[in-house]
């Protein structure tokens, strides 16, 4: 069977995605849990870890520094030279999360751009809200 969604390899099947790496949320805990819907499914990608990019950032804006960076990663159970991909619900956040993955040197890191909201189109995608397994 040919996929052609432009998903990471290993983001294809029913619980791939937790076999295939970690998969990182670049999202408010609210959305990543399911309670505030942006597409036709809320949630996230079975085996996701939540690492919100507001925290990602400074008062100011800017990137944390990567020592702040590679503690909030590997406090959220992130390892180095674990395969890490990125996703939100659009891209955008999804980048950014992987700019401080590769900032706090990790370096097998990936970004599944179009994100949560190309997954949720497709019914056959499992999605998993907070309270379900």
């Known amino acids: 069977m040919n996929d052609p969604k432009p998903r990471p390899s ?10 295939s790496g970690s998969v990182r949320r670049a999202h408010t805990r609210r959305v990543h849990g399911g309670g ?10 079975p085996g996701a870890r939540r690492v919100g990019h507001a925290d990602l950032l400074t008062a100011e804006g800017r990137l944390r520094q990567p020592q702040e960076l590679r503690a909030m990663l590997e406090s959220a159970g992130f390892s180095p030279g ?5 996703h939100c619900d659009g891209g955008g956040r999804a980048a950014l999360a992987a700019l401080a993955a590769v900032q706090a040197g990790f370096s097998r890191v990936d970004t599944y751009y179009p994100s949560f909201s190309d997954w949720a ?5 499992p999605i998993v809200r907070d309270g379900e397994s």
């Open 36 to 45: 505030l819907r942006k597409n036709a499914r809320g949630g996230h990608l």
């Open 82 to 86: 674990e395969r890490i991909v990125t």
């Open 10 to 19: 290993g983001l294809r099947t029913p619980g791939s995605a937790s076999r």
């Open 121 to 125: 189109k497709d019914e056959s995608c």
